[in-house]
């Protein structure tokens, strides 16, 4: 995953700030996905899952909030194969959102007996995460997001 978001972020990076302030927020949710799935001899201190679901819980929040604001507004003058492919993305974007949101739920505060399912569930949720960024990226490239973004917002602290 690491791997596609560095790919994700060559090409959809410099696009817009609120853009390339979502990239880095997948960026540090993934970062610490991939520490707490990968450590399998101890289960996370409360604390630890407590931050990651917080993380979770602000990555889908900036998307709705923040990103998906400018995609809708490009989504609004788009026509054709991009109204359609957005028609298509977004719900499931949706549903994805309701997983993450569940997974947070249950492991906001996680008592021991709970916690005993957190590597199964961590797997789904890598799942989740994966199918997620795969969308919002479609979706964003589908709708040219950098010819229908406000210009006043430079991604890079160049002029506007």
């Known amino acids: 995953m690491l791997g596609k ?11 817009h700030k609120a853009l390339d302030t979502f990239l880095n927020a997948r960026q540090q949710l993934l970062v610490e996905y991939i520490r ?13 899952l407590h931050e990651f ?14 990103v998906y604001d400018h995609v809708l507004a490009a989504y609004e003058a788009s026509t054709g194969n991009a109204r359609v492919l957005a028609e298509r993305i977004y719900p499931r974007i ?20 709970v916690m005993m399912e957190l590597d199964q569930d961590l797997n789904r949720l890598g799942e989740v995460l994966e199918e997620r960024f795969s969308l919002e990226d479609r979706l964003v490239t589908a709708i040219r997001l950098a010819d229908h973004l406000d210009t006043s917002e430079p991604a890079s602290g160049e002029p506007a």
């Open 36 to 48: 707490l799935s990968t450590n399998k001899k101890t289960l996370p201190a409360n604390e630890e």
């Open 53 to 66: 679901c917080g993380q979770l819980v602000d990555y889908v929040s900036a998307g709705h909030f923040e």
């Open 94 to 113: 949706k549903r994805n959102t309701d997983e993450a949101l569940n997974f947070h739920d249950k492991y906001h505060e996680a008592d021991d007996e």
């Open 5 to 15: 978001l560095e790919q994700t972020k060559a090409r959809l990076g410099g696009i």
